[in-house]
């Protein structure tokens, strides 16, 4: 089967990118987003992440199952502004793989903290940091990558938590707000151009980061990403992993704040 | 950590456990020195207590899913413990290599399929997934790294492969893959009327065929009618792959059985009207016709969560060998039992066993003819139909799987199994399962 194929079948709707750059390549939705992508024929994968022992185990694991494809890994300095810009520059800016690849070219941002909320809420330090690493950080990343890139796909990790703020949740969830506002802003500035910006909301999803929670309501990593790579193929502004959550947000917000406070969930 | 409710593929229980995941294999040493005892988990396709551990720890290391390197001269393939068959089997057939051996679903991790010594429908021509394994990683869980394989440290390959997960955790595997044409099987389904004629056939297919299965009605007395399924593997590159091959179709859910019914659907009043459509099902596709590995080898893994159709008691499998000089009238025997009972289901399995000696010394497979029937939950009838098939497979010289078991009497273990007592000395002390303490003391 060639790859063409593959990408005429069914549940393969939307263009499927010729490269993808992972930033946060190491969280475990991010790797099988990678894994859909090249199989799905995508032909260069840059992972960016902090811990080069981890990047490099995925490489190695990419490389075996698909060894026609290139992939590389670079360590960067996730959260300071001049760490991002250069790197965003190193990939996507005049010369370079990114700008050749034009509308071929799809960025995820992925990376987060999962800092418990008891533990973010116990010192304003935590909760900074959490706020830096979740929000701030992702949110200059898709900046750079629309200051940068010319064409194709922006898409950043949000989470079902940024929906409505909730006593479990609502430092982490409050970072990923900032991002579904980020987005906003992109998709207004960029509409029209070949720049599409696509946020994505997973639901509680069964990774190393959520062994904490309880198992039985988690879907599983591969299922999410499928949601995920189809969702940003097609270029969606919106994607709900799994859709369910849509549904369920959309209720969630609805609630009356007085309804609301008295539940405890 | 964290406390959550774990149960195995029959479902029949839902105890508590220390769920305590291992994101490294260097890291292993020190997490399973201090949350030991324990035991490690897989994909819970297990139907009884091998990996069950209630009240107590359990070790997830099913995030380490990664391959390590690839020889595609070679075939040999190393990867992390984690790793699922499924992922092998579509990532290899691309580049002409498959698994050599593999069981009846796809969806279990690469340490489960060593530690419960897996077989498939190829018995006879291939062994046992030990057969194609040419080195183990353990972590025990005094900090002890040990390596071993066909040639090194071989008596401690042969405690692991087949051990329950008892010997160490395993957290590397090197394994020899097979070469293939492709993803495709030319099959052949033949229609058989008795026990009789599934020996002829089924031995005349051995000779000419790779794999070889068949699926009986336990249902009907007087004739045994089945169907019996035999193959090769055959190049086929013009075929378009099926849905479920193509990438976001490999990810996304199938059918599924999405909740517990209160009840079981296979019962008394449903379970003839179940194996007549079976077999009439089948019947429509007797014949030959060129496969995609995925329905023949893995039929069960198309329905998600299928085990949820024995309802809120889970099920039994009852899964014997035994010897093929005495096999053809303890089948006989047993199907008798499970006839005059009413009880069963409708996915009978009926296969010979190739004559290699399995090399685990727990290891199940060994030459005969294996028999494999499903039994809802029904409580107490259903144990004592169960000890009265386990009294045949007894009286005969063969023995139960142990990844399939939830009950066998001990008598029973020691009996199929005569290595139990020198698999000890290489069980860790620091690894306990509710079948270990159930059929080895501790």
Known sequence: MTATDSRKSRGNSGAWPTDVVVVGATSAIAEQCTRLWLEGGASTALLIGRDEEKLTRIATDLGVRFPAAAVTTLVADLVSPASISATVAGFAGPGTFGAASGAGLTVLVAHGSMTEQEESQASLDAAASVLEITGVSPSLWIEACADTMTAGTISVLGSVAGDRGRKKNYIYGASKALIEAMTEGLQHRLAGSALRVVLVKPGPTATPMTTALPQAGLAPVEAVAGEIVAGVNAGRPVVYAPLKWKLIMAVVRNIPTPVFNKLNF | ?442
């Open chain 2, 1 to 442: 950590m964290t406390v959550a409710r774990v149960s195995s593929w029959g479902r029949l229980s839902d105890a508590e456990h220390s769920v305590v995941p291992i994101t490294s294999a260097a890291g292993a040493g020190a997490i399973l020195a201090a949350t030991a005892p324990g035991i490690a988990r897989g994909m819970e396709r297990s139907y009884g207590d091998v990996a069950l551990n209630p009240g107590g720890t359990l070790w997830d290391a099913r995030s380490l899913n990664r391959f390590l390197a690839f020889d595609a001269e070679t075939g040999i393939l190393r990867c992390e413990p984690g790793v699922l068959l499924r992922d092998i089997q579509a990532t290899f057939s691309r580049q002409g290599w498959m698994l050599a051996v593999t069981p009846g679903t796809s969806v279990v991790t690469v340490a489960g399929a060593i530690a419960n010594d897996v077989h498939g429908k190829n018995h006879a021509t291939r062994g046992t997934f030990a057969d194609h394994v040419l080195s183990v990683n353990l972590v025990r869980t005094d900090g002890a790294v040990i390596v071993c394989g066909p040639a090194s440290n071989r008596e401690w390959f042969e405690a692991t492969c087949g051990g329950l997960g008892l010997t160490g955790l395993i957290v590397e595997a090197s394994i020899q893959l097979k070469k293939v044409p492709g993803p495709w099987l030319l099959a052949e389904n033949i229609a058989y009327q008795s026990l009789g004629e599934f020996f002829e056939l089924s031995d005349a297919s051995e000779a000419e065929f790779e794999y070889v299965v068949s699926w009986i009605d336990i249902t009907t007395d007087g004739g045994r009618r089945g169907i019996l399924s035999r193959a090769n593997p055959t190049p086929s590159p013009h075929r378009a792959l099926p849905r479920g091959a193509t990438v976001l179709g490999g990810v996304r859910s199938g059918p599924a059985i999405p909740f517990v019914p209160p009840f079981s659907l296979v019962n008394k009043a449903t379970l003839p009207a179940l194996n007549r459509a079976y077999y009439r099902m089948q019947h429509l596709s007797l014949g030959s016709s060129v496969v995609h590995y995925k329905p023949f080898f893995y039929p069960l893994d198309a329905i998600q969560e299928w085990n949820r159709a024995y309802g809120p008691r889970g099920f039994f499998q009852h899964q014997c060998v035994l010897p093929r000089s005495v096999g053809a009238s303890a089948v006989a025997e047993i199907l008798g039992h499970v006839a005059a009972s009413g009880q069963g289901s409708f996915l009978g399995v009926l296969k010979t066993m190739g004559s290699r000696p399995a090399l685990g010394m727990l290891s199940y497979p060994r030459e005969g003819v294996n028999l494999t029937i499903d039994f809802p939950n029904l409580g107490d009838s259903t144990l004592r139909l169960l000890a009265r098939l386990d009294s045949v497979v007894s009286q005969a010289g063969g023995r139960l799987y142990l990844a399939k078991d939830a009950r066998m009497p001990v008598s029973l273990f020691r009996a199929g199994y005569p290595r139990w007592e020198e698999f000890l000395q290489y069980k860790d002390p620091g690894m306990s399962s509710e079948m270990s303490r159930r059929l080895l003391g501790s």
